[in-house]
Each structure stands twice: as structure tokens, then as C-alpha cells.
């Protein structure tokens, strides 16, 4: 779904001068308030926000479903998605928090199975040359539990 808005708000971007020369015609049946709306530039930037906002959902998609995502790399890229919401400031904290909250997904509540065991320091435990080591056994436990395609292994 974000991928596709994405695709979606990139798409106006690319046509917006088309756009914005169609409405400014005579015979166009659009409200004033929505002629001025779609012909400010503000309307655009805060477009341009939300564009800049979900590439790196749609970029995040995008690795996921590549031939080469391993369950480590998934978990980074999660991590990195998290703290991206997190410290955008282009949007309102409302939506942040909304985005945030976003894990309703397969492959967000499968990466979520690893956060108590990452963030509650378990690993730090077994050294840092073991760390992938037990992330890729842990991997292939949840993947013979049926969590995990066999190709994400």
C-alpha cells in the first residue's frame, strides 16, 4: 500500500504543470477553494513532504521483496525505518506516531520478534563475533515454525 502511494504521489509530481494548466481552465467544473488549493505551491511542498516521507517505506518494500533479504539485513532495515519515523520532523507528531504503530504487517511483527532480543541486550551477552551466528539459527528456528519464507534464510 505505501509503495503504491508512493508510485501514486510520484506520478502527480510528473504530470503537476498538466495539472495545474487543466484546472486553471474556464470550463473545468472545480470549486475556487480547490482551483487555489491544487494551484499553490504550498499544497505541492507539503506533497513533496509526504513523497519524501514514504520512499523510504516503498524503499524498505522494495528490499523486502528482493531475491537477496536475509532476516538480518531485515531486521537492520526495520530498525532504520523505526528511527526514520521517529525523528522526522517534516510531519506532524500525530502522523509519526500513527506510522509508527504501522507493524500490522507480516514482515513487521516477524522483525518484531527479534526487538526483545536485540534491545533487551541478549546478544551483547554471547560477544560480538556470535551475534550473527545466533541471529541465524534463531532465523531458522521461526523459519521452520512456518514465520519466515524458506528463501528469506
Not at 17 to 44: C, G, P, Q, V, Y
Not at 63 to 79: H, N, P
Amino acid at each position: 500500500m505505501m509503495g503504491s502511494s508512493y508510485s501514486y504521489i510520484n506520478q502527480l509530481f510528473f504530470t503537476k504543470s498538466a495539472i495545474r494548466s487543466t484546472i486553471a481552465e474556464d470550463h473545468l467544473n472545480l470549486d475556487d477553494r480547490m482551483k487555489s488549493l491544487i494551484s499553490s505551491d504550498t499544497f505541492w511542498n507539503d506533497l513533496g513532504k509526504i513523497q519524501n516521507f514514504l520512499e523510504n517505506f516503498a524503499i524498505f518494500i522494495k528490499k523486502l521483496e528482493g531475491d537477496k533479504t536475509f532476516l538480518s539485513t531485515a531486521y537492520f532495515e526495520y530498525q532504520q525505518l523505526k528511527a526514520y519515523v521517529r525523528n522526522n520532523t517534516d510531519l506532524p507528531e500525530n502522523i509519526r506516531k500513527e506510522v509508527e504503530k504501522f507493524g500490522t504487517n507480516r514482515c513487521c511483527l516477524n522483525t518484531r520478534i527479534f526487538d526483545p532480543i536485540i534491545e533487551k541486550e541478549t546478544l551483547s551477552l554471547v560477544g560480538e563475533e556470535y551475534k550473527n551466528i545466533v541471529l541465524t539459527k534463531l532465523a531458522k528456528y521461526v523459519g521452520k515454525t512456518g514465520s519466515f519464507a524458506h528463501s528469506h534464510l
